[in-house]
């Protein structure tokens, strides 16, 4: 079983920080590529920023300059740190890590979430 745990969100004003993290966790080998995706009420949802293993991101147009990803390999940890926040961030994060496990299957993981609401 693998497990990723998402924490860090919440209520935050126009123009504030937030920082995302998420934990995975269980039967992991390795964990390649991570990122974070974000779902708003009646939209898709959407790639927000996403890390390779060796560090190589890639980011949104809509947060490039704003947000910033980055990785701790040995905790199995990606990190979200938001800044410059607008409303139209509001939205419920989602994490997502392609896992191998111990048994040596690899796929696709997801967090079950974490809620950003910006305030005007």
């Known amino acids: 079983q693998v497990q990723l745990v998402e924490s860090g969100g919440g209520l935050v004003q126009s123009g504030g920080s937030l920082r995302l993290s998420c934990a995975a966790s269980?039967?992991?080998?390795?964990?390649?590529?991570m990122g974070w995706y974000r779902q708003a009420p009646g939209k898709q949802r959407e790639m927000v920023a996403s890390?390779?293993?060796?560090?190589?991101?890639n980011y949104a147009d809509s947060v490039k300059g704003r947000f910033t990803i980055s990785r701790d390999n040995a905790k199995n940890t990606v990190y979200l740190q938001m800044s410059s926040l607008k409303p139209e961030d509001t939205a419920a994060y989602y994490c997502?890590?392609?896992?191998?496990?111990?048994?040596?299957?690899?796929?696709?993981?997801w967090g079950q979430g974490t809620q950003v609401t910006v305030s005007s």
């Open positions: 269980g039967d992991i080998f390795t964990v390649y590529g």
């Open positions: 997502n890590a392609r896992i191998l496990t111990t048994t040596y299957r690899s796929k696709d993981y």
């Open positions: 890390i390779t293993r060796s560090g190589s991101t």
